[in-house]
């Protein structure tokens, strides 16, 4: 199946810096979702966005549907050490078959000392 | 709160044995997924179903069969268990058209 791409596949902050990941397509999404997944866990709901141009806040983290509807952006507002762990996007295409669900491959955080 | 429970953490199986995961929602979602997570290759759809006793092949279905007998259950079966199925599954449901919501993750090792 079609992957979204998501980058960057890992990111090296300080604490209380401020994050920023995206995730592009060739299609034209429908629905953008992201989770956030802890070792051995697995993914959950952070943010969902079903229009173009939604902008939606979920505490410190933002998300955005891009205007173009082929990408969406994610941004921590100060981070915090439990923000570490894997975080995911995943879209929906018009009309997509298995509820149309495409998942990026991660964007690992990691927050240094 | 959204609600889905895998009936393992952790499970550790034979080649060749018969190998069932379990999946319970309590958001009365219409829809239920499996995927396979692994590294490198991301989230895999295995098999989904849109409503009781209805099921769909996913990108990786080969090895794997599903049962949908309650609207509440989604069960993944391996009918013979390969080295190769040695994998984090997760179990993930949603109202037609909306966010979908996953279990914590049976992590399953074949030997």
């Known amino acids: 199946g079609q992957q979204l791409n998501q980058s960057p596949q890992s990111m090296f902050i300080q604490e209380g810096e401020d994050v920023s990941m995206n995730c592009t397509s060739s299609?034209?999404?429908?629905?953008w979702l992201w989770y956030k997944q802890d070792p051995g866990e697995g993914p959950v709901l952070l943010i969902a966005?079903?229009?173009?141009?939604e902008l939606t806040s979920n505490g410190r983290l933002t998300a955005q549907f891009g205007i173009t509807r082929k990408d969406s952006f994610l941004n921590i507002s100060a981070s915090i050490p439990s923000d570490v762990g894997i975080y995911f996007c995943?879209?929906?295409?018009?009309?997509?078959?298995?509820?149309?669900?495409?998942f990026g491959k991660g964007t690992h955080l990691i927050i240094q000392p | 709160d959204v609600k889905v429970t895998q009936s393992s953490r952790y499970l550790v199986k034979r080649t060749g044995e018969k190998v069932f995961l379990e999946c319970v929602q309590d958001?009365?979602?219409?829809?239920m997924f499996w995927y396979r997570q692994d590294p490198g290759l991301g989230l895999r759809l295995i098999y989904f179903?849109?409503?009781?006793?209805?099921?769909e092949k996913g990108d990786i279905p080969e090895g794997y069969s599903v049962s949908r007998e309650k609207k509440e259950r989604f069960s993944l079966i391996l009918e013979s268990a390969s080295t190769n199925q040695t994998s984090m599954y997760l179990c993930?449901?949603?109202?037609?058209?909306?966010?979908?919501?996953f279990g914590p993750g049976t992590r399953l090792t074949v030997t």
């Open positions: 993930a449901s949603s109202f037609l058209g909306r966010e979908q919501y």
């Open positions: 299609s034209i999404f429908n629905t």
């Open positions: 966005l079903y229009k173009a141009g």
């Open positions: 995943a879209g929906r295409e018009s009309g997509g078959g298995a509820d149309g669900l495409t």
């Open positions: 958001m009365d979602h219409e829809n």
């Open positions: 179903s849109y409503d009781v006793k209805m099921k």
